[in-house]
C-alpha cells in the first residue's frame, strides 16, 4: 500500500492529499490516508472522497510514503515517521516544490532524522515548473479521464467564486444561459453557494459544491470549462482545469488576471465578463473546440505537468486498473435500490418490476436495508445489505457513507441502478456520477397541494430516466414533467381473485390455524405508525369488532412492527405479521387500510371492498386524495383519521347493510388501466415503450 502523507496537519494539506490519492487511485495504484490525519472539520463531501482510503495505518502494510507539501515537514509529521520505524524495503519519496537547493536538502534532511535513512527528493519545481495555484500543496499532475457520448448535447460547467452572488445580475445572468440550446449548463460553487441558489427563485439551475465531486469527476462530465475569479480558483478547480485539457476539451480562463493564460496553461481566454460568456461559447467555442482540445493535447506545457513524469519520479508503475473493465458483450447487471426508513413498500415496487426484467440481463440483485431483505429474499432475490440509519450514529449521514463504500464496490460501468424512493441519497448521487452508471429513478408523483418539489427532484440530472408509476385514476397523475419523465401504468401486485368456494376453505384454513372459528373477517392494517399513531384507530376497530358475535379482526403488520400492546386484551382481534397482507386481503369481507400506493392499488386491482383511513404527514404522498379518488366512484369509503365515529356507522354499512356486496359489485364493473410492471422493466433496459 502507498501511504499519503503531508508536511502539515491542516485541512488544506489534507485535502491535497485527498486529491492526489484519488488521482493515483484512478491509475490503478493502492493507495491509503492515515485515519488519524482526518481533520476535524472536514466537508460532507470530503468524507464521502475520503472514506475509501482511509486506514489504520499499524494494520496495514505500507510499501511506500509519499509526503507531498515537504517545504515545511511539521513536528507531528515528523513524529508519526519517526513513531512508525519503516524498514528500508520502504521506498519514502519527500515532494514538494522547493524556492532553492537549500530549502530542498533541509527538508530532505529534517525527513532523515525522522526516518533513520535518506529519502528520495522530488522537487516539483524542477519536474514541472511553476504551477498554477501560488503555495499549492498537491502536485497537480494531468490525467486522462473517460470520455463522454460524442453525440450528447456540450455540457458547460461554470466556476464562481461565492462573492460573486452579491451581484444581482448574476443568477438572472446563469438562469438566460440555462436556456441557451447549444449546450447544458452547470454552476460550481464553493461554500454555502449552493444552499444560497437553492433557496432563490433560480432554484432549478443545476449546481454543484465545489466539492461535491472529485476534480476527475467534473472533468469526466464536462465538454467546456469556464473559469471566473481574480485567479485560479483553487488546487481542486485547478486540477480539473488540467485533467479537462489532457483529454482533450476546453478550458475557458475568464479569470480577472488570467492565471490560466499567464501560467502557460492551453487554455483559451474568454469574457470576464459572465454576459459575454454564452456568445463566446456559442460563437467560438462550439464550432472549434475538437481543434482547441487537440491543441491542448500536444501542449508542451501540459505535457511537463502531465501524471507520467511524476509517476516516473515516485518510481510508480501504473498497474492494471483497480475497476475491472466492461465487458461489452457481457449482460448488464441491474442493482435495484429501495429507499430508507421502512421501505418496504419501495421494496415491493421493485420486487414487481424486478420479476419482469426476463433475461435479457443478468439476475437482478438487491441493495437493502434489513428491514427489506427477508422479504426480497423471500421472492428469490440477492441481497448487499446496507446500513441503517441509526441515533446512535455520530452523525445523520454516517450510514449513508458506508452504505457509499458498499455501493462503490458493488458497482462497475456498465451496470444498471434502479432507485425508488423519494430522496436520493448522497452515496446513490455520487456512485452513479462516479461509474458513469445508467441510473433510473422511480418516485412517486402524487404530491401534495403545496408541498415543495424543488429539493426532491433536483437530483433527478443524475439519472438517465425518472419513471412514475401511474395512478388507477386519471385525475390522479399530476406529476410534473420533463424530458426524463416517462409515465407507466400502476405497478401493482397481481394474483387470481380465488372464487366462492376457494374463500370458503381458505377461510377454514385460516380459522384452523388461528384457533378462532368466525363467520366475519375484517383486515385492518392502518401502517406501521411511522407517519402517525393509529393506536386509538385499532383500538376503535377492536371494540366494534368485540361487541359482535362471529366476527374475526385481523391487524395486520409488517415483521417486526411495532404493536399497540393494548390489542392484545381483545378475544375477536388478533395480530397478525406477514409480507403478504394481499392473502389476507382475498379472504376478507372488509379491508380498513391507509392509502399508501401499494395497498391503496392492490385492493383495487383485486375486487375487495375497503375502507381507507389516509396516513398524512409533510413528505408523503397525498394519501386523502387518493382515497377519495376512490371513493367519489363509490368504489371504495374514506373515513380521515378523527372520524372515529363515521367509521363505525362505515364498518356496519358494509358488513350488515349490503355496501360491502355494492363495492364489490362496483369494482368487477370497473375498467382500471394495465398494470406498468412490464412497461417500467422495458425502460429499465433502455427500450422505448409505446
Known sequence: MILIEAGERTDRHFDAKLLLATQLAARGHPVILDDRTLPDRLERYQKYEAARFLADVD??????????????????????????????????????????????????????????????????????????????????????????????????????????????????????????????????????????????RHAGLSIFGLSEL?????????????????????????????????????????????????????????????????????????????QIGLQAQRSPWLNARSVEPLEAALAL????????????????RIVLLPTNGVGLGH????????????TKVAEPVFAAFPSCIPMLRGEGFDCLPLVQKSPDHPEDHANDLLNYLRLRRALRPGDRLVFDGGYVFDSVLRVINEREIDATWIRRGLWQAGQ?????????????????????????????????????????????????????????????????????????????????????????????????????????VWPGAVVPPGLAGWTHTRVVQTRDALSLCLLADLVISAAGYNSFHEILYHGVPAIFVPQMAVYMDDQERRARAASDRGLAETVLAHELLLLDREIAAFLDLGKGDRVRAALAATE???????AAAALILGEEVP
Open 452 to 556: 415543495l418539489q424543488g429539493g426532491a427532484l433536483d437530483r433527478e440530472r443524475a439519472f438517465a430516466r425518472v419513471i412514475v408509476p401511474g395512478e388507477a385514476f386519471a385525475e390522479l397523475n399530476s406529476d410534473r414533467g420533463g424530458a426524463k419523465v416517462r409515465r407507466v401504468g400502476p405497478i401493482v401486485q397481481r394474483r387470481a381473485v380465488p372464487d366462492a368456494s376457494e374463500r370458503r376453505a381458505g377461510r377454514g384454513a385460516l380459522a384452523t390455524r388461528l384457533g378462532t372459528p368466525f363467520s366475519e373477517l375484517v383486515v385492518t392494517m392502518l401502517g406501521g405508525g411511522v407517519a402517525a399513531d393509529r393506536t386509538a384507530q385499532l383500538q376503535a376497530v377492536a371494540a366494534i369488532s368485540e361487541a359482535r358475535t362471529g366476527r374475526l379482526n385481523l391487524v395486520v
Open 59 to 200: 494494520r496495514v502494510e505500507v510499501t511506500r510514503v509519499i509526503i507531498i507539501g515537504a517545504e515545511a515537514i511539521g513536528q507531528d509529521t515528523l513524529t508519526a515517521l519517526r513513531h512508525r520505524q519503516f524498514g528500508p524495503g520502504v521506498a519514502v519519496h519527500v515532494v514538494g516544490r522547493f524556492a532553492d537547493r537549500q530549502a530542498a536538502i533541509t527538508a530532505q534532511s529534517r525527513a532523515a532524522y525522522a526516518l533513520g535513512r535518506e529519502p528520495a527528493l522530488v522537487d516539483l519545481a524542477a519536474l514541472q515548473g511553476p504551477t498554477l495555484v501560488a503555495n499549492a500543496i498537491s502536485p497537480l499532475a494531468a490525467a486522462p479521464v473517460p470520455g463522454p457520448e460524442p453525440e450528447r448535447t456540450p455540457q458547460l460547467f461554470v466556476v464562481l467564486r461565492q462573492e460573486s452572488l452579491e451581484d444581482p445580475m448574476v443568477l438572472p445572468l446563469l438562469s438566460a444561459m440555462d436556456q441557451v440550446p447549444g449546450f447544458r449548463l452547470h454552476v460550481i460553487l464553493p461554500g454555502k453557494g449552493k444552499e444560497q441558489v437553492k433557496a432563490t
Open 672 to 678: 382500471l388501466p394495465a398494470p406498468g410492471n412490464r
Open 347 to 358: 421494496a415491493r415496487r421493485c420486487a414487481l418490476v424486478a420479476a419482469e426484467l426476463g
Open 317 to 332: 508503475v501504473p498497474g492494471s486498473v483497480s475497476e475491472p473493465k466492461t465487458d461489452e458483450a457481457a449482460p448488464r
Open 214 to 290: 472529485s476534480p476527475a469527476t467534473f472533468a469526466a462530465r464536462a465538454d467546456i470549462a469556464a473559469f471566473f475569479g481574480d485567479g485560479v480558483p483553487g488546487e481542486r478547480m485547478a486540477a480539473f482545469a488540467l485533467d479537462l485539457m489532457r483529454s482533450g476539451r476546453v478550458a475557458i480562463d475568464c479569470t480577472a488576471g488570467a492565471g490560466f493564460v499567464a501560467a502557460g496553461a492551453p487554455a483559451v481566454r474568454g469574457p470576464e465578463d459572465l454576459g459575454g460568456l454564452a456568445n463566446y461559447v456559442q460563437h467560438n467555442v462550439l464550432v472549434n473546440r475538437r
